[in-house]
């Protein structure tokens, strides 16, 4: 920092008038020596004129000591200003040192943050991995408790891990996707030496149980967390679910949310137990439950909601069991049951609402279950061209068609008994054209069309053996 070195006021004035003082002295002594020491004579009597030149000299000397003074005033003045501004420079100089000091020390506390947070995420992927594996490992146990405990460990981890949460799902779904063979099965072994055959089948029956408890854990573990609402850190919605080919036995994802991501269930059995998919909600993304195969327990989507998306259940066959899809609704997007079979058990679509959007029945075969569309059709399409109805019965008794179209083009009744009774046409156009009717038995006694359907020009004359028309059609001419 710059110094200013400067004596007092009074101590820097009178040195300046005595070296003043001195330096008019030495003058006079200088100009008398030049003129050679000339002497002074007094007068007796001191002149005005004398008297008025000792005043001017006094006058000069005191002016002359102003003079001095001021200059000392002034010269300190300049150097307080100058002292001033260099400070204020100086001042300058030390605000921006310290605002480089503090954009580097930023800097500096920048990069260890971010070292810190490399290595923190470099421990935390490493921390994470060794979780995976170590649940992956116990997933492989032999031991049905230590699987039971991988579950849980790689369902924790993916609600820790976000970055791998798909992976820790995937992984969970492909244990479900496994062979197995539900207990009733693995019981049944047939017995050559009795002792050893019991024992043998009472063995493979408890692990068989304990596996089950197993899988349906998972399930439940990932309708848990399906559940919870999307904005949670620990939801799953939204992420992808491979359950392709797996066997059900039961199993709970009532409630869950599919929203958005991929979800197949293709090809998967459910061969017992009760599965409930009562209440989800499928919003977006893909579902397929394409060439799966229901052939018992009980499987339930009774008020499941299908909002846009797509949803397959192509191929499906329908053999044993029960299928409920009442209280369903299917609104916007498209779901197809096309070439699904219905050959056994009981399906219900009572009070299931189609909204909008476009549901393909086309291709389906009905040979022996029993189906109940106690359904409403309102807007959209509803296709059930080429559909085939052999056997059981295929009740839309009590159904409303009040909106959209609704195709039977190119429909065929072999058999069975196929029931419109009760069912209301209120403003849904309903086609029937290229229909075959040979045998069994299509009741159409008490619908109600507000809207007439549209039937092939032939069935309205002379309608075959089988289909019953309500009255108003029968007495047409």
Not at 135 to 164: I, P, T
Request: include cysteine.
């Amino acid at each position: 920092m710059p110094e200013l070195r400067l004596w007092g006021i009074r101590r820097s004035i009178t040195s300046a008038v005595v070296a003043a003082l001195l330096l008019v002295g030495v003058l006079i002594a200088a100009a008398l020596w030049y003129a050679e020491w000339p002497g002074l004579e007094r007068g007796a009597t001191v002149t005005a004129a004398t008297l008025f030149d000792l005043l001017k000299l006094v006058f000069a000397v005191v002016a002359g000591i102003g003079g001095v003074a001021a200059l000392v005033v002034a010269y300190r003045r300049q150097r307080v200003a100058e002292h001033t501004n260099a400070l204020a420079e100086f001042a300058h100089q030390l605000a921006h040192a310290a605002d480089l000091r503090a954009e580097v020390t930023k800097a500096l506390a920048e990069a260890a943050d971010e070292r810190a947070k490399t290595e923190t995420d470099r421990n935390g992927v490493r921390l994470f991995n060794e979780r995976f594996a170590k649940a992956s490992e116990q997933l492989g146990s032999e031991k049905a408790a230590v699987r039971l405990a991988g579950v849980y460990a790689m369902a924790g981890l993916a609600d820790d891990w976000r970055h791998g949460r798909q992976t820790c799902i995937d992984v969970l779904c492909a244990y479900v996707r496994m062979p197995y063979t539900p207990p009733d099965v693995a019981g049944e072994t047939p017995t050559q030496d009795e002792d050893h055959a019991a024992l043998g089948a009472a063995d493979r029956a408890r692990a068989a149980r304990e596996e089950r408890e197993v899988r349906h854990t998972v399930i439940r573990l990932v309708g848990r967390h399906l559940r919870i609402a999307e904005d949670d850190a620990a939801s799953w919605c939204g992420y992808d679910f491979d359950f392709t080919g797996a066997v059900f036995d039961g199993g709970d994802l009532s409630g869950a949310r599919f929203s958005g991501g991929d979800v197949s269930f293709e090809g998967a059995t459910f061969n017992g137990g009760d599965v409930s998919f009562g209440g989800a909600a499928f919003s977006g993304g893909t579902v397929s439950f394409g060439r799966a195969t229901f052939s018992g327990g009980h499987v339930s989507f009774g008020d499941a909601t299908f909002t846009g998306g797509r949803v397959f259940f192509d191929g499906v066959t329908f053999g044993g069991g029960d299928v409920t899809f009442g209280g369903a609704t299917f609104s916007g997007g498209e779901v197809f049951f096309d070439d699904a079979t219905f050959s056994g058990g009981e399906v219900f679509f009572g009070g299931v609402t189609f909204t909008g959007g476009r549901v393909f029945f086309d291709r389906t075969t009905f040979s022996g279950a029993r189906v109940l569309y106690l359904a409403k059709f309102d807007g959209g399409w509803v296709s059930f061209e080429n559909a085939a109805f052999r056997e059981g019965e295929v009740f839309f008794a009590g159904a409303t068609f009040s909106g959209g179209d609704v195709s039977f083009d190119g429909a065929t009744f072999l058999g069975g008994k196929v029931s419109f009774d009760r069912a209301t046409f209120s403003g849904a156009r309903v086609f029937f054209n290229y229909v075959i009717f040979n045998g069994g038995h299509v009741s159409f006694r008490t619908a109600r069309f507000h809207v007439p359907p549209t039937f092939e020009d032939g069935l309205l004359g002379h309608p075959p053996d089988g289909l019953i028309l309500p009255r108003e059609f029968s007495d047409r001419p």
